[in-house]
Each structure stands twice: as C-alpha cells, then as structure tokens.
C-alpha cells in the first residue's frame, strides 16, 4: 500500500475522533507468498441514535511493493438508526473500485432486534436480518486474460444473524444465502471480493451460500475465541471450510486480538493458513 493511500484512510478514519466519541479498529492478516488484507472502520455515534461506521478494506495477493497490481481496495459506510433499546435499523453501501479487471459495488438494509433481555441463561439475544445486492462488471478472467465482452451481474441476496449470551460464554451465528443472480456466473470469471464470516482475510470468487459461529469466553482481561464456517461457491457442489482461533487481550479502553486464520484445513492441496492481528480502542 502506498504512503498516501494509506494517510489518506487514516484521515478519514481518526479525523472524526476529534469531534465525538467512538470506535476505532483495525484488523490485519499476513499469510503465503506475501498476502497481506488490512480492514477498519470507526464507529462515531452522534448522539441522536444515529451511528456512522466508514470502512475501508485492502488486501494484496503477492509482495509486490511498488506495483501493486495485485492489490484490491474497497470503501464503505454503514448507518445505523437506533429506533429505541429494542429496535435499530441499519443501511450500508460499500464499492471497489475498478482494479484487475473488476469492479462492484453493494448496499443492503436490515433490522436489529432485541427481544427481551434474559430467559433463563440465555441473556441478551440479538436478532439480525438484512437484505440487498451486489453489481459485478468483470473484464479479466481468474488468469488475468481480457475477456472478449464484459460480463455484468447482479447477485441479490440476503442473510440472517443472532448472538447472544449462554451462561459465560459470548455466541454469534450468521447464515447468508445468494437468493438469484442476474445473469450466472460462468466458468473461469471470478469476483475479486469476498467477505466470509468472522474472518480477516479476503477470498475471490462467487460465494453463494455461507454458515459460520463463533464463540467466545470473554474474562476481565482475556478472551480466547474460535469461529468455524462453511461456504460454497456459485456453480459448485461442494461447501469449503474455514476455522480461525485465538485470543485478545484487554488493557482500559483497547483490545489486542492475535490468531490464526485457516482455510481448508483437512486439504493439503488447498489450505491456506493466514495470521491475525487487530487493535480496537474507544474514545
């Protein structure tokens, strides 16, 4: 990433730290061949039951310092509306511009709710749903190869999430499903983002369906945690696996997060093994 690319996300990001209260993190992967991704967002609450959270993600396939052609970078902007404590509405949009022959762009609306706050050892349920589309133009193929026509594509979708607290432990699910896309996504053409749950790291390709959970054991000072999901690809049979576990650290207002982040990791032929690190603050 270069010096002004990278000035420039840290401006948007901390500048409003000096106007209001809120949360800043940042997430970062490295793993084989010189991958490296880098999210963050800053949560900054007006104080009007409006929260503004602009994100910005990057990740680079290879250590090619200089030329990064082989880097994609995305922007977003969630905006949450907290209607009272039950209830709150969300709407996020986010956009990659075009790099390697790609380019999408996404947005999506959803609803938060709290049902109730305690039954029996389940204590502070929270249900999610939220709906939307994705608009591909791709122009390259996986290999890097122009393709003789643009292919354009768009993927509605929608996903469902809860987490909540069992006792002491702290547990989160999700599942997202690609309802249709526009036009079907053929053999070789790849989309050059894709988010999977609970994980740092960025894939390619067209993901249809995903199921992920996560569980945590947040303690006073330590928290070590393990997320497991299942994904498929469009056009495939077969659902692949991620895992990712480890354990973050808590000092006064920050949070310090190291694990390891593995792709397929019963195929040797495919697994991929990346390290985490994050840091969130408040302010």
Known sequence: MSFY????????????CALCYGQLSFSGVNGEKGY?????????????????????????????EED???????????????L???TAFTATGRWVPITLGFQSVSYQAGVSWKPFYRYGIIKEPVL???????RYDVYSDHAGRRLPAK???VETFAQGAAAGWLGPLQLR???????KYSSQPPY??????????????????????TTGARISYPTRWITPYASWVRYKYAGKRDFAVAVSGGLALHFWDMDFRGGVEIFEPKREETRKTYFSMSVEAKF
């Open 68 to 82: 990064e052609a082989g880097s994609t970078s995305r922007y977003g902007l969630t905006v949450l509306y907290e």
């Open 173 to 179: 699910a999700v599942y997202q499903k690609v309802i």
């Open 36 to 64: 490296a991704a880098l999210r963050g967002e800053y949560k900054l609450d007006l104080d009007n039951g409006f929260i503004l959270t602009p994100d910005y993600g990057y990740y680079r396939r290879s250590d090619k």
């Open 151 to 153: 292919f354009a594509t």
């Open 188 to 209: 070789g053409v790849t989309a050059n983002w894709a988010d999977i749950p609970f994980m740092v790291a960025v894939i390619q390709g067209f993901v249809k369906e």
């Open 84 to 86: 009272n404590d039950k």
């Open 128 to 134: 999610d749903f939220a709906a939307g589309q994705t």
């Open 5 to 16: 690319r990278l000035f420039a996300v840290l401006l948007i990001l901390v500048c409003p």
